[in-house]
């Protein structure tokens, strides 16, 4: 093995979680880092304009292009699966919202750990080491700001540079409707209505290789390789019987190449690759791996199970007497009314990210904190990438931030190059059916408020002639899809947890040398989007890689 080719930490994944990993751990200059892509650079310029998703989604420069399997829950559909093949990851190609969740979530993870360094306080600092919130501008930011906001890190946090009155009159119907408005979802209990704040800089996308891994390219002891694909982990057992993680098989244009790490291999693949390589490699459900002919290394039933995610439920709503994108975007004088703004005002439609307006809120009054959140856009279509609509409408989605079902993803074979089975098993509980009725039926009283009647809505999807909890429950299956917030395949837990694949210092189980640091090492799924916990995930781990731990 050349010495090239050893360094003391391989991060698999440039995603999310990766571009911040690289950054701390190679701030360390005696220390050589090789960060890992299996996509290419992040120069494609609709990555960086904000309503370039449309164009990443679904392109495989961008993206995986992963499928779900049939789900039964959403009647037999497959989904389309975005994940981000390329510098930044997923947060290249996503919604840019700015979400931590809410205590709970992380006081659930510390309870389930037996860790308190995961609650909420303890995990707070690191949403704001990292934090360029926009309030931090203002020199009369007070106490308030700086006990939940941090100012002058690489994660830019900005208002969104529009608005649209459709949106502020749903806003003001959702308080009329008894939830309050809100100027700031990220203090803790996040029950409310406004406007989402947003990861961009002065109208462009701020992805997490713009943030953390472009500033510290030059650094002689990072190397990032791109278009470069991790197909096995390699490993030793020593004398004393402990089974070692020293390195990975990586395939590029040139050939497989062994690359060794002295210290550590980091997986962060995310939810979806990272179990799929610790699976390809004999780690993870003994009788998967026999299945598919790969020798059990160490068996850890927990490897691709537990995963959860965010299923949107989509009610459109036609309205008459306010513009929306529907129309606006329909003639080219539009397109090229909304193109000039963004290019002289970066504002505008093409600034937006796919949601504008947020609520927080119960789907009955027995929940002590908000299970609903409400994605809220001025447009409609019937799925994604197909075209909008020719009326005008507003979309409603509401998902469920606390699901009870749980899916799995698996291995289909021994080749690497072959996309695992995806399966989240949505509304495959009576509780999740449940809260999905509910919600549907509080979108309707929202829209009933007096703030929206002027505009004379009409539910478009699902329609008013389903109105009993089963019908509600199979027409949510009907028109929800995800919201693209995979988490939990390879979740921490306590040392007595068989079903727990990495410990609460996110060091993998039976194995030394090698640690998961993503969003599959959440043990339950945050109450909001994940982009933001994922990083202060990556930088609680960094510290402790750091620190040796």
């Given at each position: 093995m050349s010495e090239s080719l050893t360094f003391d930490y391989v991060v698999v994944g440039a995603g999310t979680a990766g571009c911040l990993l690289a950054n701390r751990l190679s701030a360390d200059a005696d220390q050589r880092v090789l960060l890992i892509e299996a996509g290419g650079r992040d120069n494609y310029h609709w990555i960086h304009i904000p309503v370039g998703y449309l164009y990443c989604i679904g392109n495989p420069r961008t993206d995986w292009l992963y499928f779900t399997e049939s789900d039964p829950g959403l009647n037999g559909r497959k989904l389309r699966y975005p994940r981000g093949k390329v510098l930044g990851g997923s947060?290249?190609?996503?919604g840019m919202i700015y979400m931590r969740g809410q205590p709970r979530d992380y006081d659930g993870w510390a309870a389930l750990t037996g860790d308190d360094a995961w609650s909420w306080d303890a995990c707070l600092p690191y949403f704001k080491r990292h934090e360029d919130h926009w309030r931090g501008d203002s020199r009369d930011a007070g106490d308030e700001f700086h006990a939940y906001h941090g100012r002058g890190g690489a994660w830019r946090v900005e208002r969104q540079r529009l608005r649209w009155d459709i949106l502020d009159d749903f806003a003001r119907a959702a308080q009329q409707a008894g939830i309050p408005a809100t100027d700031d979802f990220n203090r803790g209990h996040n029950e409310g209505v406004g406007y989402f704040e947003v990861n961009q800089r002065r109208g462009w996308r701020l992805n997490a290789a713009q943030a953390f891994l472009h500033p510290c390219k030059q650094r002689a002891n990072l190397v990032t390789w791109t278009h470069a694909h991790v197909r096995l982990l390699d490993f030793e057992r020593g004398v004393d019987g402990v089974l070692r993680c020293t390195g990975a098989q990586v395939q590029t244009a040139a050939g497989v190449h062994a690359v060794r790490a002295r210290r550590e291999v980091v997986l962060a693949a995310g939810s979806i690759g990272t179990p799929q390589i610790l699976q390809l490699s004999g780690i993870g459900p003994g009788a998967l791996l026999q299945r598919h002919g790969i020798a059990v290394r160490h068996d850890l039933p927990g490897v691709?199970?537990?995963?959860?995610?965010?299923?949107?439920?989509?009610?459109?709503?036609?309205?008459?007497?306010?513009?929306?994108?529907?129309?606006?975007?329909?003639?080219?004088?539009?397109?090229?009314?909304?193109?000039?703004?963004?290019?002289?005002?970066?504002?505008?439609?093409?600034?937006?990210?796919?949601?504008?307006?947020?609520a927080f809120t119960y789907s009955d009054a027995g929940r002590e904190w908000p299970n609903l959140e409400f994605h809220v856009q001025?447009?409609?279509?019937?799925?994604?990438?197909?075209?909008?609509?020719r009326f005008d409408a507003f979309t409603a989605s509401v998902c469920n931030l606390n699901p009870t079902s749980r899916g799995h993803v698996r291995i289909v074979s021994a080749r690497p190059e072959d996309a695992p089975a995806i399966a989240p098993n949505y509304l495959s509980?009576?509780?999740?059916?449940?809260?999905?009725?509910?919600?549907?039926?509080?979108?309707?009283?929202?829209?009933?408020?007096?703030?929206?009647?002027?505009?004379?809505?009409?539910?478009?999807?699902?329609?008013?002639q389903y109105q009993t909890d089963d019908e509600?429950?199979?027409?949510?299956?009907?028109?929800?899809?995800?919201?693209?917030?995979?988490?939990?395949?390879?979740?921490?837990?306590?040392?007595?947890?068989?079903?727990?694949?990495?410990?609460?210092?996110?060091r993998v189980r039976g194995v030394a040398g090698l640690r998961v640091v993503d969003a599959s090492v959440m043990p339950t799924i945050t109450s909001g989007n994940t982009n933001?916990?994922?990083?202060?995930?990556?930088?609680?781990?960094?510290?402790?890689?750091?620190?040796?731990?």
């Open positions: 947060s290249s190609i996503n691709g199970e537990n995963l959860q995610d965010h299923l949107q439920i989509r009610a459109v709503f036609k309205v008459h007497g306010v513009p929306t994108l529907n129309t606006l975007a329909a003639s080219w004088l539009g397109k090229v009314r909304i193109g000039l703004e963004y290019l002289l005002k970066r504002s505008g439609p093409m600034s937006m990210s796919p949601s504008q307006l947020g001025p447009l409609s279509l019937d799925a994604f990438g197909e075209p909008l609509h509980t009576a509780a999740d059916r449940s809260v999905a009725a509910q919600s549907l039926r509080l979108t309707r009283r929202v829209v009933s408020q007096p703030a929206l009647a002027r505009y004379r809505p009409e539910e478009y999807r699902p329609g008013v509600l429950a199979r027409l949510a299956g009907d028109i929800a899809t995800t919201i693209f917030h995979p988490v939990g395949t390879c979740r921490m837990g306590r040392p007595e947890d068989a079903s727990a694949v990495v410990d609460s210092q996110l933001s916990p994922t990083l202060m995930i990556a930088e609680r781990a960094a510290q402790w890689i750091r620190e040796r731990r």
